[in-house]
């Protein structure tokens, strides 16, 4: 009997009006293919309204990593280029939990007490950015009060000018 994977990518896509949906989809396929502890779960904005509601989702490209306790990873937009790294490593910290945050990270993370989001945003081309969304991955993995949002600010200029 084949085991559960360990991970879940829920993936949000339209046909129409997002050009990156279909190369985001392709690679997460090739992610799940690859990998058996990961499984993709491939749902439709348009079509798929309630879970899109469940999940908080309102624009796509949407990747959400998942694992047992911690749904708390997602990127909009996508996580291609410099940013595939971070992608690879959020799967591989949601399966295992192993974070290296040293013990004094840790005990500052046990201190919150109320729900935060760290939002990293990114444009494809940063060398800086991967670092940022490592940090914010781990800290949502370690703690169940963080959650971490990678944003493509060249697909959401929308939410730059929003968070100034």
Known sequence: MDAEPSVRIVFFEQTFGCD???????????????????????LNLVLDQE??????VDRVP???ISAPGCDRIRYYGA?????????????????????AFS????????TLSAPMTLQVFFTPTCVYCP????????AAIESPFVSAVAIDATEFP????RYN
Do not use: F
């Open 103 to 110: 013990e004094q990270n840790r005990t500052r993370l046990k």
């Open 131 to 138: 670092q940022m969304i490592s940090l914010a991955n781990r």
């Open 20 to 42: 990156t949906c279909a190369p985001t989809r392709r690679v997460l396929e090739q992610i799940a293919e690859d990998n058996p502890d990961v499984a993709l779960e491939t």
């Open 51 to 56: 879970k899109a509601a469940e999940y908080g």
């Open 79 to 99: 996580p291609l280029g410099n940013e595939l790294p971070t992608l690879l490593e959020a799967i591989h910290i949601a399966a295992t939990g192993e974070t």
């Open 62 to 64: 949407a990747v959400i």
């Open 158 to 161: 929308d939410l730059v000018r």
